[in-house]
């Protein structure tokens, strides 16, 4: 249980990191850019990069200039016109899911399967809850590859070269990067959140010690405590008698099981339908499959009963049901109490 809730809370600071621009990665020295048949290899550890060499593709296995550092990590930019490039609008609440919802977009908006492809996204600026996908096939991608790597070089970075040269890549067709700063952000939010648990601990011992010399040195605190205590005691028993009548109101103006199914029933779209809900007060969870569950958000969100309709937990295309299973959590909009 601890051990779960550390690494919760540990992936929780580390998306933060990335949101914010931490943990970022340096871009490696070197770019190989490849468009309309030719080569050309680039230094790019400066604001304007500086060509070194350029030359036919079928020739980058033997190029000489990335032979100068053995096994030197080099960012790939492939031709852009092998490259599919496309706009998501992601649902409502759906950034945090959004590497989950552009796999199963794959196979609809590119000629590949997340198999047979090899893909990244990024959101785009200003644009709210869209993400700028770009996709290429797996074969082409490793027939580049490995003709780098017979020159001897080793690709750490792929990108388009519809991207300037001059920025590093947004994208990683390898999605290594993403990996990378993934692992670098949760190493640091694990040292920020050790050392201030461990701040807490001295402090909580600090005080506990300083409290213990003080029991020990005034029977007059003690006799403060006591009488804290029962002051607390009775406080809470006069909360808890004038708190009686709302959460009885409370019960009676919570909308009925049947009542809330029937609703959910006739917003749902076609070919959508529930394995499963659970109301807990206001809450309730719907688990389901339906043939678009990204549209569900939107169509939850317009109900007169529902309000901060989101994703439960990541969205899976269920192969047997030809649908995608979905979970989604909202909060019930209460009338007035009768």
């Known amino acids: 249980m601890i051990a779960t809730s550390w690494s919760s809370m540990v992936d929780w600071g580390a998306e933060r990191l990335l949101d914010l621009g931490f943990a970022k990665i340096r871009r490696p020295k070197t770019a190989v850019v490849i468009a309309a048949g030719r080569y050309a290899i680039f230094d790019v550890r400066r604001a304007h990069p500086r060509q070194l060499a350029e030359g036919p593709v079928d020739d980058l296995a033997t190029e000489r200039a990335l032979r100068s550092g053995a096994r030197r990590p080099i960012e790939l930019r492939l031709d852009g016109q092998q490259a599919i490039e496309r706009v998501i609008q992601l649902p409502k609440s759906g950034r945090a899911y959004a590497g989950s919802i552009v796999r199963h977009q794959i196979d609809r908006v590119t000629p590949w399967t997340a198999e047979s492809s090899a893909y990244d996204h990024h959101p785009i600026a200003g644009a709210g809850d869209q993400v700028r996908l770009v996709a290429v096939g797996r074969a082409y991608l490793a027939s580049v590859v490995e003709m780098i790597e017979m020159a001897g070089a080793r690709v750490a970075l792929v990108g388009i070269s519809s991207d300037p040269i001059g920025a590093p890549s947004p994208i990683d067709l390898l999605q290594r990067r993403r990996a990378e700063r993934q692992k670098k952000a949760r190493r640091i939010a694990a040292a920020g959140f050790a050392s201030l648990l461990t701040a807490a601990m001295v402090s909580v011992v600090g005080t506990s010690w300083q409290h213990w010399q003080a029991l020990q040195t005034s029977e007059r605190v003690a006799a403060n405590l006591e009488m804290a205590r029962s002051d607390l005691q009775a406080a809470r028993t006069r909360s808890l008698n004038e708190a009686t009548p709302h959460l009885i109101a409370t019960k009676v103006s919570t909308k009925p099981m049947v009542v809330l199914l029937e609703e959910l029933s006739a917003e749902l779209p076609d070919e959508t339908y529930l394995v499963a809900v659970s109301v807990e ?58």
């Open 281 to 338: 007060g206001n809450k309730v969870r719907m688990v389901g499959y339906s043939r678009n569950a990204p549209d569900l958000i939107q169509a939850l969100e317009a109900t007169a009963f529902l309000k901060g309709v989101a994703f439960a937990s990541n969205v899976a295309h269920d192969a047997t049901a030809r649908r995608d299973r979905f979970e989604i959590a909202a909060e019930i909009e209460q009338g007035d109490t009768p």
